[in-house]
Antibody, heavy 115, light 107 residues
């Protein structure tokens, strides 16, 4: 069974940093692009970033470019999102999803940016 | 960036109704479109990919059509478990963008 389990969310002050992780199991992780999507409270879905099979290609939404970094460790079947210079508007549930077209999603981890 | 719009933004429908949701892209995206369903407090679930291909395990009452800039998601006979918010997604060019969502609730 395909499983994606996010972790690392929490409360952080504006300007702070967090590193999200997504542990994958039940499939050959190194054979799939991976994606981060977020959803602010009561709002719609926003695509954040994706990464190719070996991590050599990364794409980001403009609002996080230069602040967020997506990465992966295929040996550990894990996806990461390093988030720096966090802003109030980054408050959201962050989901990791398998594939560039997001066919399977994890349950998400909540990130709250507030002073 | 490609902007995605959906209509209606919300609708009330009854069990058994035929429901159609429209998604429009600000420029042509071929068939690089997917539809997702999200129930309150739950994780989004992909229903349709490549504009018209049904995700494995999704009931056949769901169907998708369209190409270019206009797309539709149709539920042929609405069931109680289908009350949810539906989002389209374009993955033709970066940044990928979701539509604002269509909330389908009970009349």
């Amino acid at each position: 069974e395909v499983q994606l389990v996010e972790s690392g969310g929490g409360l952080v002050q504006p300007g702070g940093s967090l590193r999200l992780s997504c542990a994958a199991s039940g499939f050959t992780f190194s054979s799939y692009w991976m994606t981060w999507v977020r959803q602010a409270p009561g709002k719609g879905l926003e695509w954040v970033a994706n990464i190719n099979l070996d991590g050599s290609e990364k794409n980001y939404v403009d609002s996080v470019k230069g602040r967020f970094t997506i990465s992966r460790d295929n040996a550990k079947n894990s996806l990461y999102l390093q988030m720096n210079s966090l802003r109030d508007e980054d408050t959201a549930v962050y989901y990791c999803a398998r594939g560039g077209r997001m066919e399977t999603w994890g349950r998400g981890t909540m990130v709250t940016v507030s002073s | 960036d490609i902007q995605m719009t959906q209509s209606p933004s919300a609708m009330s429908a009854s069990v058994g109704d035929r429901v159609t949701i429209t998604c429009r892209a600000s420029q042509g995206i071929s068939n690089y479109l997917a539809w997702f369903q999200q129930k309150p407090g739950k994780v989004p679930k992909r229903l349709i990919y490549a504009a018209s291909s049904l995700q494995s395990g999704v009931p056949s009452r769901f169907s998708g059509s369209g190409s270019g800039t206009e797309f539709t998601l149709t539920i042929s006979s609405l069931q109680p478990e289908d009350f949810a918010t539906y989002y389209c997604l374009q993955h033709n060019s970066y940044p990928f963008t979701f539509g604002p969502g269509t909330k389908v609730d009970i009349k």
